[in-house]
C-alpha cells in the first residue's frame, strides 16, 4: 500500500511529513548513493524519532540544518547508521571463501612468492569480520604470509564500523560460525565475554574509511574485490557505476564477490565473466 501523502506521527510527537522523507531520502541518495522508497518511511520515521528525542531536538528542520552544520560528519554517518545495517559474520556466504581458497588464492600465492604483489579489498567491510575472514583463509594456505607482499584492505563509508574493525574485539559467540579449518588462536578481548582475532591475522589487514560513490583513490589494481551486501542499497544507476569503478580497478583475471541478492549490471557487465554464485571474474579482453 503506498503510503504517500501520509504524515507519519514519530512516537514522541515529531512528525515526519512526506517532505521531510524526501529531504532526507535525497539527502542520503547525494551523499551515500541509497535509494529509499516510500516504503522506508515508517522505518526512517521510528528509527529517527529515538536519536532526535535523545538530542532533545523538536522539530525535524532542526535535524536537516545539524547534517549541514559544524557536527555535519557525525551526524552524516550516525544517520547512514540508522538507515543501513551493518549486520556481518565471520564467513558468511561461505562459498565465497571456498573459491578464495581453491581458485584464487593458489595463483596469488604463487606470484607473492616470486616477488610479485598481491592486494584483496573488502568494500563496505563494516566491523571487520569479512577481511579478517580472508585473512584466516590465507594464513591457513601461508602461515608465513607476513614475508611476502600481500596486503588485505578494508574499507567503508563509516568511521565507527572502522574503528571497531581496528580494534578486532568481539563477542565469543561471533567467532562460533569459523569453520573447524580455519579456527584461529583467539587473544583475550578487554571486555567481558569478548575476544580479539590476534595479531598475525590483524597485521595482514589495514582499514580505512571510503564512500563508494566517490572515485577510488587508489593508484594500483586489485586481484580480488569483496563488496557484499553494500550495493542493495544502492539505486541501479548508483550500483552500475560502482560495479564499473570495481571493474576498472580490478586486474585482468581479478574476481570481484557480491552479495546473494546483488546482480551485475551495465557496462562492466561486459567484461565481468560469471563463475559461481555471485562471482565474477574480470575479462576485460
Ligand atoms: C550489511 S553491511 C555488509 C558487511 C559485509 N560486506 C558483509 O557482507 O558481511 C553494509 C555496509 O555497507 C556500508 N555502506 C553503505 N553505503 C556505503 C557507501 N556509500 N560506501 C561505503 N560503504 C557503504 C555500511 O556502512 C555497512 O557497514
Redesign the pocket.
Same mark, same amino acid.
Given at each position: 500500500m503506498s503510503i504517500a501523502g501520509r504524515v507519519e506521527p514519530m512516537d514522541d510527537g515529531i512528525t515526519l511529513s512526506d517532505q521531510d522523507f524526501d529531504a532526507i531520502a535525497q539527502f542520503a541518495h547525494k551523499h551515500?548513493?541509497?535509494a529509499m522508497s516510500p516504503s522506508k518511511k515508517p522505518l526512517v520515521s521510528s528509527r529517527l524519532s529515538r536519536k532526535l528525542r535523545k538530542q532533545n531536538i523538536r522539530a525535524f528542520g532542526d535535524y536537516l540544518k545539524q547534517l549541514n552544520g559544524p557536527n555535519a560528519e557525525s551526524e552524516r554517518s550516525e544517520l %547512514?547508521?540508522l538507515l543501513?545495517?551493518?549486520?556481518? $559474520?565471520f564467513f558468511?556466504?561461505p562459498h565465497h571463501f571456498e573459491t578464495l581458497r581453491n581458485d584464487v588464492l593458489p595463483p596469488l600465492i604463487a606470484r607473492a612468492k616470486k616477488g610479485g604483489r598481491v592486494r584483496i579489498w573488502?568494500?563496505?567491510?563494516?566491523?571487520g $569480520?569479512?577481511p579478517y575472514t580472508i585473512a584466516a583463509v590465507l594464513h591457513s594456505m601461508l602461515p608465513d604470509s607476513e614475508k611476502y607482499d600481500i596486503k588485505i584492505l578494508g574499507? @567503508?563509508? @563509516?568511521p565507527v564500523?572502522i574503528k571497531t574493525a581496528e580494534e578486532a574485539q568481539y563477542p565469543i559467540e561471533n567467532f562460533e560460525g569459523v569453520p573447524k579449518e580455519y579456527k584461529f588462536q583467539l587473544e583475550a578481548g578487554s571486555k567481558p565475554d569478548s575476544a580479539r582475532v590476534p595479531k598475525n591475522l590483524r597485521s595482514k589487514v589495514t582499514f580505512g574509511t %571510503?564512500?563508494?560513490?566517490q572515485p577510488f583513490p587508489f593508484k594500483g589494481k586489485f586481484d580480488a574485490i569483496?563488496?557484499?551486501?553494500?550495493a542493495i542499497?544502492?539505486d541501479n544507476p548508483t550500483q552500475q557505476k560502482v560495479w564499473h569503478a570495481f571493474q576498472k580497478s580490478l586486474t585482468s583475471g581479478g574476481y570481484l564477490f557480491i552479495?546473494h541478492s546483488e546482480r551485475m549490471s551495465g557496462p562492466a557487465a561486459q567484461y565481468m565473466k560469471t563463475v559461481g554464485i555471485t562471482t565474477y571474474v574480470n575479462t576485460p579482453g
Open positions: 551515500f548513493g541509497l %547512514l547508521s543501513t545495517t551493518n549486520v556481518t $559474520q558468511r556466504e573488502s568494500a563496505g567491510c563494516s566491523i $569480520q569479512e574499507t @567503508d563509508i @563509516d564500523v %571510503l564512500n563508494l560513490i569483496f563488496c557484499r551486501n553494500v542499497y544502492f552479495g
